[in-house]
């Protein structure tokens, strides 16, 4: 991966983060990340990867985020300074639940074992 592209995806990464901070307010008790950023080598789309906890509120959240996918792409538009800006899709994160759902197995044989 180039610089230039490794440069972009983390500053997307920090803005997107600080909007969804900032910005957009979620139910109580709702924790949304932004994982990881990876941008298409044309520059034309980047991939924004997101993780909610509760994960039972996941889908619901993902939903409400795809809804204000408008307002992060306008919001992104104005303070990037590169040419072409990406077109942000919005990911759910498989990769923290899966991790999630290794550390509960090791808890139980953990358990287990004792």
């Known amino acids: 991966m ?7 995806n983390q ?5 997107i983060s600080q909007l969804i901070l900032k910005e957009i307010d979620f139910a109580p008790g709702i924790l949304v990340t ?3 950023v990876e941008t298409t080598e044309d520059l034309l789309d980047t991939n924004v ?4 906890f509760p994960e039972n509120s996941f889908p ?3 939903d409400f985020l795809k809804k204000k996918s408008g307002f992060l792409q306008r919001e992104i538009n104005k303070s990037l300074r590169i040419r ?3 077109r942000l ?3 759910p994160e498989k990769a923290t639940s899966k991790a999630g759902r290794i550390e509960e197995i090791l808890e139980q044989l953990k358990n287990e074992v004792k």
Do not use: D, G
């Open 2 to 8: 180039s610089k230039r592209r490794q440069r972009i």
């Open 11 to 15: 500053l997307i990464k920090e803005e």
């Open 34 to 36: 932004t994982t990881r």
């Open 49 to 52: 990867f997101i993780s909610v």
């Open 60 to 62: 619901k959240t993902v």
């Open 84 to 86: 072409p800006i990406p």
């Open 89 to 91: 899709h919005l990911l």
